[in-house]
């Protein structure tokens, strides 16, 4: 492995980050790189809040991103002897061997293997999804849920994505073995020694709140805030709620896809998925470039929605104040581009950072092995699911050593140990990972400038 250090490579990541700007400003976002500990590149673009910059240390909510870092954290205290993989959840919680769950491993739970994916299954509303302890409960007493087979194949699936149960159960399990709050633990355990304490977060403190980035919607408040009860919170009515909108591409974003180190590639994969088609075209846009990652037509509509769809189907609108204070690991992490890196960057280098292990090697064996390799029952993709991480999403690039976790809106940190390479984008976009490109182009541009030397 050569450490790149090129000031080429710096420019060019920064003007292809501006250019994905595309029609969205003032949104924006930031990008940091390391590279064998040290940052490599860190560039940002537009507006966090009105009148405020992003930079690399701006704190961002990035979803399930923040799975990684859970995830991470869990890893620090099965090296410190706290933890055991292979041992039942309910051996450290008791409560959780309710309703069969009394064998289930903690390595089935970081694998999505644990069929705990159902938040479905489970009575609530917007007000007990914020409150820690109420789910605390409520999951160690909920049932197993199967999911439905797979509507093309008729074949069983090795993994069920747990996108919102699997940050109670593991913080539930972080504060029964370390008696410690989530937030205590994390801080004692990982982003203290990694000098990143005040950057992230499941649970932002109150005097660090009015910092985190906005959508570009939220700018100023709008007259429906004023009219509002205060005893009536967005979290609980879903006022302000909204999915993104979808656009149709502009001919200045179309063009600028075309200049990206990846198009090619693009390009070729797209024609390869169409050979049979009398229709294949050359010019991609932002949908079928969005496909060569994700099988869009492999949603299983049912299990989607029994993972993602709470029980009272009441919205939660994840960027109030209210609830980016609320503790729902799986779903509001919040954090910096820089600190997601450096999480990563101790990853990339096998467990240490600075001379310092955080994760011991036979640790970071384990963590790193991947559990499965098909169809994931929620994801229209097969997740090569690691012990708490994905794979890492690239169609044009050799990557097959690294893994790390995207979010909801498209964020994502990685790294990859065969290059000691870590990366993370962060953004307030109003956007999702299955509408947008730009995890994906600044990835494949990472990466192809960096093998391309």
């Known amino acids: 492995m050569t450490k790149h250090t090129d000031t080429d490579f710096e420019l060019r990541i920064a003007q292809i980050f501006n250019d994905l700007q595309l029609d969205d400003a003032p949104a924006g976002g930031a990008l940091v790189v390391y590279q064998a500990g040290e940052c490599i590149t860190q560039a940002s673009v537009g507006m966090a809040q009105k009148d405020i910059p992003w930079q690399a240390d701006t704190l961002s909510l990035n979803f399930s991103t923040g799975k990684g870092v859970l995830s991470t954290l869990?890893?620090?205290?099965?090296?410190?002897?706290?933890?055991?993989?292979?041992?039942?959840?309910?051996?450290?919680?008791?409560?959780?061997?309710?309703?069969?769950?009394?064998?289930?491993?903690?390595r089935q739970v970081l694998s999505h293997q644990a069929n705990l994916f159902a938040i479905s299954s489970i009575e609530t509303d917007s007000e007990t999804l914020?409150?820690?302890?109420?789910?605390?409960?409520?999951?160690?007493?909920?049932?197993?849920t199967k999911p439905d087979a797979n509507s093309k194949t008729g074949d069983e699936y090795e993994s069920a994505y747990s996108a919102l149960i699997?940050?109670?159960?593991?913080?539930?399990?972080?504060?029964?073995?370390?008696?410690m709050?989530?937030?205590q633990a994390l801080r004692h355990y990982l982003t203290e020694p990694l000098g990143i304490a005040d950057r992230c977060y499941f649970g932002v403190p109150e005097a660090k709140v009015n910092t985190v980035a906005k959508l570009v919607k939220d700018f100023e408040p709008s007259e429906q805030d004023s009219l509002q009860p205060s005893s009536q919170s967005s979290s609980q009515t879903g006022a302000k709620r909204h999915k993104p909108v979808l656009r149709v591409d502009s001919p200045k974003t179309l063009e600028m896809y075309q200049s990206l180190p990846s198009y090619h590639c693009w390009q070729q994969r797209a024609l390869d998925k169409q050979a049979e088609s009398s229709s294949a075209q050359t010019e991609l846009n932002t949908a079928q470039i969005n496909r060569l990652y994700f099988d869009h037509s492999a949603i299983n509509a049912n299990n989607y929605r029994a993972a993602l769809v709470p029980s009272n189907r009441q919205p939660i609108n994840y960027h109030t104040d209210e609830v980016l204070k609320a503790?729902?690991?799986?779903?509001?992490?919040?954090?910096?581009a820089k600190?997601?890196?450096?999480?990563?960057?101790?990853?990339?280098?096998?467990?240490?950072?600075?001379?310092?292990?955080?994760?011991?090697?036979?640790?970071?064996?384990?963590?790193?092995?991947?559990q499965s390799n098909s169809m994931d029952?929620?994801?229209?993709?097969?997740?090569?699911w690691r012990l708490g991480y994905h794979r890492l999403f690239s169609v044009c690039n050799e990557t097959d050593s690294g893994f790390g976790h995207m979010g909801y809106n498209g964020s994502i940190a990685w790294c990859d140990p065969a290059q000691q390479l870590s990366f993370a984008f962060v953004h307030n976009f109003d956007t999702t990972m299955l509408n947008d490109i730009r995890q994906f182009a600044l990835t494949e541009a990472?990466?192809?400038?960096?093998?391309?030397?």
Do not use: C
């Open 74 to 106: 869990i890893h620090v205290l099965v090296s410190q002897g706290l933890l055991d993989y292979d041992a039942a959840i309910a051996s450290y919680w008791s409560d959780f061997a309710a309703n069969g769950k009394a064998d289930i491993t903690l």
């Open 130 to 144: 914020i409150d820690w302890q109420a789910m605390l409960a409520k999951v160690a007493a909920m049932p197993i």
């Open 166 to 179: 699997f940050g109670w159960v593991l913080g539930g399990l972080i504060e029964a073995v370390t008696d």
């Open 181 to 183: 709050t989530l937030a």
């Open 327 to 336: 503790v729902i690991p799986a779903a509001n992490g919040v954090a910096s």
């Open 339 to 370: 600190a997601l890196a450096t999480i990563y960057a101790m990853l990339a280098n096998g467990g240490v950072w600075q001379g310092k292990t955080i994760i011991d090697r036979q640790t970071f064996t384990q963590l790193a092995a991947s």
């Open 377 to 384: 029952a929620v994801m229209p993709a097969a997740m090569n």
């Open 446 to 453: 990472v990466l192809s400038l960096i093998n391309k030397d």
